[in-house]
């Protein structure tokens, strides 16, 4: 069990460390914006 929380951590830092500034904002802002909830 602990070993799948490790791996599932460790692939989580590494798309997170991929991403570019651009590509991490956009992602920010679909999750978290207003805007795409108000959309619903």
């Given at each position: ?11 989580v ?28």
């Open positions: 069990m602990t070993e799948d929380r490790t791996r599932r951590a460790r692939a830092c590494d798309y997170i460390a991929g991403m570019t500034d651009r590509y991490a904002i956009e992602v920010h802002q679909k999750l978290f914006s207003l805007d795409l909830a108000l959309d619903l």
